[in-house]
């Protein structure tokens, strides 16, 4: 049997075994990888990829990363998990980094954003029960919004196509349009217009940029109106920055470029670039968890706080966000100039950092799903977010030459 023919076989071994035993959650794509390096990819046939998904804004250092490597196998080498029944020297070390690094004061650790977003959500009910005096406490979150699959997550996410045959959910939430500053001041009125005082504002879920909605950012204007409306209820305002947090904008945390500190943040994705782990982070003032309240059997377990470390040391060490504010302008310069040429095609470009997504034309029969197909084809890899925005979200060490590449590969789709 020719090498080619063994590596076939293996691909196809591995897709029967999907169809046979993994449920399908996925549209996969008909693409199985076998390693990476950097910013590159490569499938089981030897084909070579750009990588501008990183495990959807995942792995910031990139793939095969010595300094990530490094650390998680010298832990391994020590101890890979113990309970949280126990103190944990790493989890210390990455919270005291973490809230030295925010406006935050404490960090519950977890193993993903949607963990993140329901400790968030717990969090925000305990305050208004104890401290609003709240029966019924309500959360607003934002139309078009994603907060996570789980059932209150997906209660949170402002997008019925994810809360469709999943009913009864969660009650609680109230949704308000993104970046419209007098539809909130209205839902915030209705809601504490409730005479008898049992029910009321909790807490107002945001993203700095809307990703799976279509990489919209929030206005500054938009974010002040959180943050004073939050003042004026008693409310907290809780950002999440699952996808937007490390760097991936251009400053370690999205907020910092919106004029305001929220109450309490939430992150994940690139937090273990690309092992799993989350953070809550909140404020003292509502910081009202006791023993009991909440918990997680692998958040922040040694191995998945070495790797936290490690990504934390790479941004300061590495001078990562430098790179990421010029590569993301290179990417933005680039793409505009596309628009330009393909006027009838590309009719927007919008986001920050090394979070980019391409408008394609409402008029204009190309889907997103269409370009990323063809530009996988053409050996770049994205994302959709939406059907007509394409997501564009590499490692943080992205280099000049290889946003060249993935542009030139765009044009020529």
Same mark, same amino acid.
């Given at each position: 049997m020719s090498t080619l023919e063994k590596v076939e076989t293996v691909a196809l071994s591995v897709t029967e075994s999907y169809n046979q035993n993994v449920m399908n959650t996925y549209g996969r794509y008909p693409l199985t990888i076998s390693h990476g390096k950097g910013s590159k990819l490569y499938d089981s046939e030897g084909k070579e990829y750009l990588d501008f998904c990183a495990g959807i804004a995942t792995c910031i250092l990139g793939h095969s990363s010595e300094r990530l490597k490094s650390a998680v196998m010298a832990q391994l080498d020590s101890i890979h998990h113990c309970s949280n029944l126990y103190y944990i020297p790493a989890q210390a070390q990455l919270a005291a980094w973490l809230t030295k690094n925010s406006a935050l004061d404490k960090a519950f650790f977890?193993?993903?954003?949607?963990?993140?977003?329901?400790?968030?959500?717990?969090?925000?009910?305990?305050?208004?029960?104890?401290?609003?005096?709240?029966?019924?406490?309500?959360?607003?979150?934002?139309?078009?919004?994603?907060?996570?699959?789980? *059932?209150?997550?997906?209660?949170?996410?402002?997008?019925?196509?994810? @809360?469709?045959?999943?009913?009864?959910?969660?009650?609680?939430?109230?949704?308000?349009?993104?970046?419209?500053? +007098?539809?909130?001041?209205?839902?915030?009125?209705?809601?504490?217009?409730?005479?008898?005082?049992?029910?009321?504002?909790?807490?107002?879920?945001?993203?700095?940029?809307?990703?799976?909605?279509?990489?919209?950012?929030?206005?500054?204007?938009?974010?002040?109106?959180?943050? %004073?409306?939050?003042? @004026?209820?008693?409310?907290?305002?809780?950002?999440?920055?699952?996808?937007?947090?490390?760097?991936?904008?251009?400053?370690?945390?999205?907020? +910092?470029?919106?004029?305001? %500190?929220?109450?309490?943040?939430?992150?994940?994705?690139?937090?273990?670039?690309?092992?799993?782990?989350?953070?809550?982070?909140?404020?003292?003032?509502?910081?009202?968890?006791?023993?009991?309240?909440?918990?997680?059997?692998?958040?922040?377990?040694?191995?998945?706080?070495?790797?936290?470390?490690?990504?934390?040391?790479?941004?300061?060490?590495?001078?990562?966000?430098?790179?990421?504010?010029?590569?993301?302008?290179?990417?933005?310069?680039?793409?505009?100039?596309?628009?330009?040429?393909?006027?009838?095609?590309?009719?927007?470009?919008?986001?920050?950092?090394?979070?980019?997504?391409?408008?394609?034309? %409402?008029?204009?029969?190309?889907?997103?799903?269409?370009?990323?197909?063809?530009?996988?084809?053409?050996?770049?890899?994205?994302?959709?977010?939406?059907?007509? *925005?394409?997501?564009?979200?590499?490692?943080?060490?992205?280099?000049?030459?290889?946003?060249?590449?993935?542009?030139?590969?765009?044009?020529?789709?």
């Amino acid at each position: 049997m020719s090498t080619l023919e063994k590596v076939e076989t293996v691909a196809l071994s591995v897709t029967e075994s999907y169809n046979q035993n993994v449920m399908n959650t996925y549209g996969r794509y008909p693409l199985t990888i076998s390693h990476g390096k950097g910013s590159k990819l490569y499938d089981s046939e030897g084909k070579e990829y750009l990588d501008f998904c990183a495990g959807i804004a995942t792995c910031i250092l990139g793939h095969s990363s010595e300094r990530l490597k490094s650390a998680v196998m010298a832990q391994l080498d020590s101890i890979h998990h113990c309970s949280n029944l126990y103190y944990i020297p790493a989890q210390a070390q990455l919270a005291a980094w973490l809230t030295k690094n925010s406006a935050l004061d404490k960090a519950f650790f977890c193993n993903s954003g949607a963990e993140a977003n329901e400790a968030a959500i717990k969090l925000a009910r305990k305050y208004a029960h104890t401290k609003l005096g709240y029966e019924f406490p309500v959360i607003i979150t934002a139309v078009n919004s994603f907060h996570g699959r789980t *059932v209150t997550a997906i209660t949170a996410t402002g997008q019925t196509k994810y @809360q469709k045959n999943f009913g009864p959910l969660t009650p609680g939430f109230e949704y308000t349009p993104f970046n419209d500053v +007098e539809a909130l001041k209205q839902l915030v009125d209705k809601i504490q217009s409730n005479s008898e005082g049992r029910s009321g504002l909790a807490a107002i879920l945001i993203e700095p940029i809307q990703g799976e909605g279509g990489v919209l950012p929030a206005t500054k204007e938009y974010f002040k109106a959180i943050r %004073e409306v939050c003042d @004026q209820t008693g409310a907290l305002m809780m950002v999440d920055e699952v996808q937007t947090g490390m760097g991936r904008t251009g400053t370690l945390w999205a907020y +910092e470029q919106l004029s305001v %500190e929220p109450d309490v943040l939430t992150n994940a994705k690139a937090l273990g670039g690309g092992i799993p782990i989350g953070a809550m982070l909140c404020k003292d003032f509502c910081n009202v968890f006791t023993p009991g309240d909440h918990a997680s059997t692998y958040g922040g377990n040694p191995l998945a706080c070495a790797a936290g470390l490690a990504v934390a040391k790479a941004i300061e060490e590495e001078k990562l966000l430098d790179n990421v504010i010029a590569r993301g302008k290179q990417f933005r310069e680039l793409a505009n100039r596309l628009s330009i040429k393909y006027p009838d095609v590309i009719t927007g470009v919008r986001g920050w950092g090394l979070l980019t997504g391409v408008q394609l034309s %409402e008029s204009s029969p190309i889907t997103a799903s269409e370009v990323t197909a063809g530009l996988m084809s053409a050996g770049v890899l994205v994302v959709p977010a939406g059907p007509k *925005v394409v997501r564009f979200i590499p490692p943080l060490i992205v280099t000049e030459d290889e946003v060249n590449q993935a542009m030139n590969k765009l044009d020529s789709v």
